[in-house]
Each structure stands twice: as structure tokens, then as C-alpha cells.
């Protein structure tokens, strides 16, 4: 991985030569991933957006950076972001189709502070339940939609809601605008959870999941549906 692309001479007055760093870099290591952030050059491959989640898809691989607290580098009295919004913003990124690149600065001994570590614990046991959500998946259109967030991998297409601070009660019913998706209704799968859900196409060609039951996973949950 070399980031480096975005310093040059007609951006900050600085002339590395990254044409020729990216050329040795590529000679030595064929597999190496350069970032440009956002100049647009010949040696490019993705771009970072930092500290912001763009509102659509990008026409190109991307990849949102951005801290888990305020700060890049340790500061004991930084504050950090919930759980519940680092799995947002997550689900949030994937769904558009970028990676989530997140920062925890170490302290000067090489330590991470116990606040970051337990965010990490909290989003890899969601992860543990839901990951077959994130990983390996694709965006699928409308790719967001109120709450809801979408992905999809081979033919199943995951429908991600997000839930607010310790929300546990939900609604009976939900709706989405899945026109163009052509979905298999009746019973789907609640990740996490033995209980089914209930899949039906509106007239209008909206879909609606109906789940009498309570999450049993906090901060977002996650219906797998199957395409036709």
C-alpha cells in the first residue's frame, strides 16, 4: 500500500516524482495498491474519501478513512464515536459499494485505549452474526432507502436496517422500494435469530417485511431475501 500520490508539486509544491516512485514501487512489489486521494493521476487505483461517506456510489474503487475518535494520533481525551454509529456508517460505506478504513491511534507505551477496544470487540460480534452481509458483497440498487441499507452477493440480496441508540421494540411492518430487485416473497431469514420473517410485493412494487418478533441484535439488523 503507498499513499503518497497526493503530494505533488502542482498541489502543495512538492515534486517527489511519483512517477517514479509508483514505477519502482510496482517494479518491486506487482501487487501494491497506490492511493491518489483525490488528484486523479495515471498511477491511481482507488481514492479515500476521509472523514465523510459520499452520498451516492462513486465511478471508481474508494474507500472512506476515518477516525474512530476525533483525532488520527492518541489523545487521552479524545472522544469516540458509539458502536451503534461505527456499524452504521459501515453498513452505510459497503452499501455504496466503497471500504471502511478505521483509525485507532496508539498511546506512546503502544497501547490502545480500553474505549477503542471495546468498540472492536462490539462491531466483530455483530460482525460475527451479520457478516455474510459485508463481506464478498456488492451494492444492488436502490442501494439505500430510509433505514435500510442493501448489498447482495450471488443471488441473495441482504436488506440492512439500522437501528437507532438501544432501540429493541420494532414495528410490525416495514417497507422499501425494491423496484427492480425481483425478489422471492414468503419467508426470509433474520440473521441471528430462529425467527422468520415474511416477504410480500405491494402494487405499487414496494416490498414489505413483516417481523412480529423483537431484535435479538442490537444496532442493525439484517433480513436475507433470495432473487428470483
Known sequence: WLDGGWVAKENRGQDLDMPEVARIARKNQPGIIIVDRTIHGPYENYQTPEQQVP???????????????????????DT??????????LCDIV?????????????AEGNLPYTA???????GQWMHVNGEAIYGTRPIYPFT??????????????????????????????????KGMNLK??????????????LCREADGRYRIDFQNAFETPHAVVFEMRKR
Open 145 to 178: 432507502y430510509g433505514k435500510f441499507r442493501f448489498t447482495q452477493k450471488d443471488n441473495k440480496v441482504y436488506a440492512i436496517f439500522l437501528l437507532d441508540e438501544q432501540e429493541s421494540p420494532v414495528p410490525d411492518t416495514y417497507w422499501f422500494d425494491g
Open 55 to 77: 452520498d451516492a456510489l462513486l465511478p471508481y474503487p474508494w474507500e472512506t478513512c476515518m477516525s474512530m475518535g476525533n483525532s488520527w494520533s492518541y489523545v487521552s481525551t
Open 80 to 89: 469516540y464515536k458509539s458502536t451503534n454509529k461505527l456499524i452504521h456508517l
Open 117 to 123: 477496544l471495546l468498540r472492536m470487540k462490539e462491531i
Open 95 to 107: 452499501a455504496k459499494g466503497g471500504n471502511f478504513l478505521l483509525n485507532v491511534g496508539p498511546d
Open 185 to 198: 416473497t414468503g419467508k426470509i431469514k433474520v440473521l441471528g435469530s430462529k425467527k422468520k420473517a415474511s
